[in-house]
């Protein structure tokens, strides 16, 4: 199951999840079998067979799969560009939160 | 002496690299070569050259074949070196071709200055933290373990524990239990500027790779040296002896620190995480 939130920040607000370069994929599932959030499905006798099924589902900041993957084929976000955003909604929300009250 | 394990990949021009910068280096008295086919055939012809010598690890891509022969074997990794990141930190792609080109040629050299290179003496730290309490829980065979006071942590299960203008940077209890044996610390350089949840460094065991998230943003200025020796210090002490990072703090740790978890806060967080892995 994925967190609801990440640092605060609901998680369905984070843009983070890998991409799938399937012109590198050669469907190993490498990636698959190292996940265990259910990221990744395996469509058996579909094309591509490999898909990001729960983006929501990914750790932010994790690229771990990553780093299972000979080919490169998995890419992330801006770590940088996430993090700005991320704290922008914490604040965001949080003068929300203050000018309801 | 170093021994020299390269994946020497033939199919991959990653791996073909490998194997070039290793014969390349094997010609000089340092250096001895490991062949990644016979030793996963017979380990004994190589087991003098290992016992005197320390083992660096040389592959080709992420998919890691020579250092999990080399952990297969129960064989300690000094140092490694992954060519492909190697290409990648110079801006260059390595492409499907097979044949020698400027762009392996480029590879190989700057894979060669990095083996040759001779390490500065690092000054030892004199960072110094408290007596630690710790707080902890149990579930199934595992105690996890958390820090009372001092620490804070990220969602990415790495802690900050900081000391006037300084920090120290390290892995939970959690994560040292997942990964389970910790074979390999890779640390970031020093003088690195990192931010707020930017890599430094990474460690790996035979499970996976796991990358050091920072919980603040700051300037490295020493590393764990130890680990490169006793990378099982992560396991048996996460919090202390098994620290990874210290930095210099930059004007933003406030601003840091406010969106982590202190001990008590990452304590719950972290018995949730657990019981929804179970």
């Not at chain 1, 994925?2 to 599932?29: A, H, L, Q």
């Not at chain 2, 992560?234 to 840091?256: F, M, Q």
Request: proline share 4%; with cysteine; hydrophobic share 35%.
């Amino acid at each position: 199951m994925s967190e609801s939130t990440f640092m605060g920040v609901d998680r369905e607000k984070i843009d983070w999840c890998p991409t799938i370069d399937y012109s590198k994929c050669n469907d190993c599932m490498d990636c698959v079998e190292f996940c265990p959030h259910q990221v990744f499905e395996v469509r058996e006798d579909q094309t591509p067979k490999l898909i990001v099924k729960n983006p929501n589902n990914c750790v932010v900041f994790c690229r771990a799969c990553s780093k299972t993957c000979g080919l490169d084929a998995l890419s992330f976000p801006d770590k940088t560009e996430t993090t700005k955003k991320i704290k922008a909604t914490r604040k965001a929300e949080k003068a929300k939160k203050e000018a309801g009250e | 002496m170093k021994c020299l394990l390269p994946c020497n990949g033939l199919d991959k021009c990653a791996g073909l690299v490998s194997g070039q910068a290793a014969v390349e280096l094997s010609q000089q008295d340092d250096f001895e070569l490991i062949c990644p086919v016979l030793l996963n055939q017979n380990k004994s012809p190589y087991e003098k050259i290992l016992a005197q010598g320390d083992l660096v690890v040389i592959d080709g891509c992420n998919t890691r074949c020579a250092s999990k022969l080399a952990q297969s074997l129960d064989l300690k990794i000094k140092d490694k070196y992954n060519v492909s990141d190697v290409a990648k930190s110079m801006d260059l792609k390595l492409g499907k071709d097979l044949a020698v080109n400027e762009t392996t040629k480029a590879v190989q050299k700057a894979l060669v200055e990095k083996l040759t290179q001779t390490e500065d003496k690092k000054e030892a730290s004199t960072f110094e933290m408290t007596t630690i309490d710790y707080d902890s829980f149990m579930e199934g065979k595992f105690v996890f373990k958390v820090p009372k006071q001092g620490f804070f942590f990220n969602e990415n299960d790495c802690w900050v524990y900081v000391s006037g203008n300084s920090a120290r940077i390290g892995v939970s209890d959690y994560v040292q239990q997942n990964l389970s044996d910790i074979l390999y610390y890779d640390p970031p350089e020093i003088d690195d500027e990192i931010e707020q949840f930017d890599d430094c460094g990474s460690i790996e065991s035979g499970k996976a790779v796991f990358e050091i998230i920072a919980p603040v943003s700051g300037r490295v200025t020493a590393v764990n040296e130890a680990l490169q020796d006793s990378p099982e210090w992560i396991n048996e002490s996460p919090y202390e002896r098994g620290w990874l990072v210290e930095i210099a703090l930059t004007d933003e740790v406030t601003e840091d620190l406010e969106i982590l978890h202190d001990g008590s806060s990452y304590f719950e967080y972290l018995k949730k995480k657990v019981a929804q892995d179970v």
